[in-house]
């Protein structure tokens, strides 16, 4: 089955500083890659996705890249702001099922300080 | 628009005890449903997933069951509770099987 990456686990930067999240995924069949940012004691919320056939997809401070051969994407956060601070999870689908069965990495702990 | 509702928001259970969570899908019909299991803030494990009325499918042996007897309604349920059901459960939805939207979570506690 599918198994997904995530690094680095926690990362601490300054505001205003960029913050970038990697993962990496083991099934190419895999097509569409959603990521999500939790905060404390809150359910997760989609933030941005990408599909296989898309290489980057940008919204506003928030950009995501994709590269299929190497099996991995990031999370690009510019201008980053005290309320980025969050745990953010990437996931991975290989969309071949009626239930479109996520796989997630183990998230990344997200503090930005003022 | 779409919205997931959970209840309880928390809830602290003696070991032993029977547990039901409930979920609720507003403003889609037919979505396929989730429940996740989130240990310490990290890592979401995915226990069930329905794809209709009736259908449930178990990720996991475990000490729990899920039902789906609504359309739009997912139950998370055990007969006794064990110290390791401790946890966040979220419960998520989606439409044709791809981006997931999940619900606040139900914060659950067994001691």
């Known amino acids: 089955g599918e198994n997904v990456e995530q690094h680095p686990s926690t990362l601490s930067v300054q505001e205003g500083d960029s913050a970038v999240i990697k993962c990496t995924y083991s099934?190419?069949?895999?097509?569409?890659f959603p990521w999500y940012k939790q905060e404390l004691g809150k359910g997760p919320q989609l933030i941005i996705d990408i599909r296989s056939n898309v290489g980057e997809k940008k919204d506003q401070r928030i950009a995501v890249t994709l590269n299929k051969t190497a099996k991995h994407f990031s999370l690009h956060i510019t201008e980053t702001q005290p309320e980025d601070s969050a745990v953010y999870f990437c996931?991975?689908?290989?969309?071949?099922?009626?239930?479109?069965?996520?796989?997630f990495g183990q998230g990344t702990i997200l503090t930005v300080h003022p | 628009s779409q919205t997931i509702h959970q209840w309880p928001a928390t809830l602290v259970q003696p070991v032993g005890s029977p547990l039901s969570l409930e979920c609720t899908v507003e403003g889609t019909s037919n979505p396929n449903l989730y429940w996740y299991r989130q240990a310490a803030g990290r890592g979401l494990q995915l226990l069930f997933y329905?794809?209709?009325?009736?259908?449930i499918s178990s990720e996991v042996p475990q000490n729990l069951s899920a039902s789906r007897p609504q359309d739009r309604q997912f139950i998370l349920s055990s007969k006794k509770l064990l110290l390791s059901d401790s946890g966040f459960y979220l419960c998520?939805?989606?439409?044709?099987?791809?981006?997931?939207?999940f619900g606040p979570g139900t914060r659950l506690l067994v001691l």
């Open positions: 099934d190419s069949a895999s097509n569409y």
């Open positions: 996931a991975a689908t290989s969309g071949g099922t009626s239930y479109g069965k996520l796989t």
């Open positions: 998520a939805w989606s439409k044709g099987g791809e981006t997931q939207y």
């Open positions: 329905s794809v209709g009325i009736g259908q």
